[in-house]
Each structure stands twice: as C-alpha cells, then as structure tokens.
Nanobody, 124 residues
Framework: DVQLQASGGGLVQAGGSLRLSCGAS????????IAWFRQAPGKEREGVAC????????LRGDAVEGRNAIHIDNAKNTATLQMTSLRSEDTGTYYC?????????????????WGKGTQVTVSS
C-alpha cells in the first residue's frame, strides 16, 4: 500500500523560501516518479515539479528563472521541492503525487497515488 506524506507548507512573505518534502512509503524499488502539483482556489490542479527515480526532472516554465529546484533521495523515497523568491501567485494547496512509472508529466491522470495537500500561503 503506497502512502505519501507531505510536509513543509506554511505562511511566508513574498520573496521568501519554503521547502516541501514528500515521503513515499510502499513504492516498489526501481522505476517511479514523484511530483508536486499546486491548486489555487477556483483553479485546476497544475504540475509544479516532478522527478523520477533516475533523476530526470520536469519543472514549470518559471523554473528557468531559478526559483524552484527538486531533488530525490531514492534511499528514503523522498522528494524535496525547494521554492525561493516566492510570489503571491504561488499561493495554493500543494499535493504530492507518485506513479510507478519512470515518467514525469504535468497530468494528474498519470499519477496513481496522492498525498494530502499542504497549504502554502505567500503574503504580499
């Protein structure tokens, strides 16, 4: 039975940083991917970042500004999302998701397992 435990959300001022962690228990060793999705009030859930067990990464477009970074610890089945220079538009509920395929895609239907969300609020 796969379970995901997300932690690290909170209230932060614009320009600040947060680190979100997702611990996955029960994932089979080998191929898998862990992703973070964000859902703002009244909006659809959207992909933020994803990483595979092989280290392949997928990040939202704003990552080219260097604001987000995702890392994985395969020994602990834990993925960490480091968010910096946070903006008010980053506010939302962040969900951790996992799939048993080594494939990242910003598509909620590609992920079989979901954790409870953690709230991120960025005040301006």
């Amino acid at each position: 039975d796969v379970q995901l435990q997300a932690s690290g959300g909170g209230l932060v001022q614009a320009g600040g940083s947060l680190r979100l962690s997702c611990g996955a228990s029960g994932l089979p060793r080998g191929d898998y991917a862990i992703a973070w999705f964000r859902q703002a009030p009244g909006k659809e859930r959207e992909g933020v970042a994803c990483i595979t067990s092989g280290g392949g990464k997928a990040l939202r477009g704003d990552a080219v500004e260097g604001r987000n970074a995702i890392h994985i610890d395969n020994a602990k089945n834990t993925a960490t999302l480091q968010m910096t220079s946070l903006r008010s538009e980053d506010t939302g509920t962040y969900y951790c998701a996992a799939t048993t395929r080594r494939l990242c895609a910003p598509d909620v239907t590609r992920f079989q397992y979901w954790g409870k969300g953690t709230q991120v609020t960025v005040s301006s």
